[in-house]
C-alpha cells in the first residue's frame, strides 16, 4: 500500500495527526530532500528513505510503486497538499502502467496546500472564487498558461500563482503581470509570501504595479486581488458580499 | 484577540495541532451550530459557546468583534478552511467598522479546505491548475458566477463547484453544466463527494452528461475534470504532464 501525503506547509503544527499516523506506520519514505528535511528526524528513525533531488518526480513514484509492490508499507511525502501539483497523480497514472503495480492500493491524505498557508498569512483574500495557476512551463505549454491567465483575469478571479520564478525561469512572471493588467487595476494588492510557516517567513502586501518581480523566487507564491479585493489594516481581504447585500448596521 | 479557525473536513484526524490549540486556548467559542457540532463536547467544556442558525455571519461575527473587544480569547469556527468562502474575511471588514473592534489582533488558523478533502477521496483531480467557484448567487450575482464558468471552462481549469444546489436553490446547477458544455466534452469525469470525511461519506464518479443533478444537495462538493482528466481504477486523475514530456520506461 501507498499513502501519498501531504505535510502541509512545512510546521509540524499545520500536520494533520492523519499525516502523523501515516508517516509513523510507514516501513519506507519517499520524498524530494527538501521536503524529507521538513519531517522531525525521530519520525524517520528505523525507516528506509528514498530522499531524491528536484526533477526525480518520475524514478521516485517508481521506487515508492517497486517498494509497496514488494509488500513495504510505503509513504510519498510532498509539501502543502499531496494532491496539488503532487505526486499523487503521477503515482496513479504510473500504476496502471505495470501488472505488479496495478493492484496496488494508493492512498491520499490531505494536507493544508500552499495557497491556503499563504492566504491565512495574508489576511482574508480566498473569501470570494479563485484560480490557482502554476506558472512552470516545464511540463505544460506556455500558450495554456497564458491563457488561464487572461481569463482569469477577465473573469475576476482572485490568482493564485505557483511556481512564479526561478533562476532558470525568469520571464514568466513579467509577461504574466502584462497580461493580468489588460483586465485588472494596477493598483490591484498584491499578497507575496515566502517560506509561509517556514524559518525565514515572509509575507508582504504590494500592488501589480509596485510588484518587485527580483525578490520572487521559487519558495514565493502570490495571490492577486480580484476588483473589490482590498487591503485593511495591513491584511489583504477579498469581500463575500455581505456589506453590498445588507445595510450592516454595526451600532450594536 | 479573536483567532479565525478552519476545522477542516470534520473528522479529528484532520484537524490540525495549531487548530486543536486554539480551541484549548479559547474563552469564547462562536459559530455555526453545524460547526460547533464537529467539535468534541469535552473540548468545549467550561467555555462560553455561540452557536447561530445558517445566514447568522454578520451576527456571529458582531458577536465575536464584542467579545473580544470585552477582552476575552475568542475563536470563530469554521469547516474546512476559515478563509474559503469562510468568516475569516467578513471578522476583518467589520472590525474597521468601529474604533471599539478596529485594534483587535485577528489571526487566521488554515484548515484543509473542501475542495481538497474531496479531491483526496476522489484521486488526485488537482494535480493541475484549478478554479473554485461557488454557485451560491445570494450574495454574488448569477452573471459573475456565469462569466466565471464559462471562463474557467473555456481555460481548461479544473472546476470544484461550492454550494451547488440547496432546496431553494435548485436550477444553477443545470444552468452550470449547461455553460460547461459549450466548452467541454459531455463524457468529462465528474467526482461528487458528499460530506467528506465525516458519517455518511461519499464518493462518486460520473461525467457532465450523467450527472444526475436530483442528488446533489448543499453539503456535496463538485470537481468537474478538465479535457486531459481521466479515470484510472476507479479514481479521478488530473495528469500534470509528465508522460507527454518524457518518454517514460517504466521497465526498471
Known amino acids: 500500500m501507498i499513502r501519498v501525503v501531504g505535510l502541509g506547509p512545512g510546521d509540524a503544527e499545520l500536520l494533520t495527526s492523519q499525516a502523523a499516523q ?10 524530494y530532500k527538501g521536503y524529507i528535511e521538513l519531517i522531525a528526524p525521530e519520525t524517520l528513525q528505523g525507516k528506509e528513505v528514498v530522499a531524491t533531488g528536484m526533477t526525480g518526480e518520475v524514478p521516485r513514484s517508481v521506487a515508492a510503486l517497486d517498494h509497496a ?4 508499507r510505503t509513504v510519498v511525502v510532498g509539501s502543502g497538499d499531496a494532491g496539488v501539483y503532487g505526486l499523487a497523480g503521477l503515482v496513479m497514472e504510473l500504476a496502471v502502467t505495470q501488472e505488479a503495480w496495478c493492484n496496488i492500493e494508493i ?31 516545464l511540463l505544460t505549454p506556455w500558450e495554456v498558461i497564458e491563457k488561464r491567465l487572461l481569463m482569469g483575469a477577465q473573469a475576476d478571479f482572485v490568482l493564485a ?22 483586465h485588472r487595476d494596477p493598483t490591484t494588492p498584491v499578497g507575496v509570501v515566502r517560506n509561509a ?16 518581480i527580483q525578490l520572487v ?17 495591513g491584511r489583504l481581504v477579498t469581500p463575500r458580499g455581505y456589506f453590498d447585500k445588507y445595510e450592516i448596521d454595526t451600532d450594536s
Chains 1, 2 share one sequence.
Open 161 to 182: 500563482l505557483y511556481n512564479p520564478r526561478s533562476k532558470k525561469r525568469d520571464w514568466q512572471l513579467g509577461r504574466a503581470r502584462e497580461i493580468i493588467l489588460e
Open 197 to 212: 510557516y517556514r524559518p525565514d517567513q515572509e509575507a508582504v502586501l504590494t500592488s501589480l504595479r509596485e510588484l518587485d
Open 69 to 72: 509492490a514488494a509488500g513495504k
Open 22 to 31: 501515516a508517516l509513523e506506520w510507514a516501513e519506507v519514505v519517499v520524498g
Open 217 to 233: 523566487d521559487m519558495f514565493t507564491i502570490l495571490l492577486i486581488g480580484n476588483s473589490h479585493s482590498k487591503v485593511l489594516h
Open 107 to 137: 492512498e491520499v491524505v490531505p494536507g493544508i496546500p500552499a495557497v491556503i498557508a499563504a492566504a491565512a498569512l495574508l489576511g482574508a483574500p480566498l473569501t470570494h472564487d479563485f484560480a490557482v495557476v502554476s506558472l512552470s512551463d
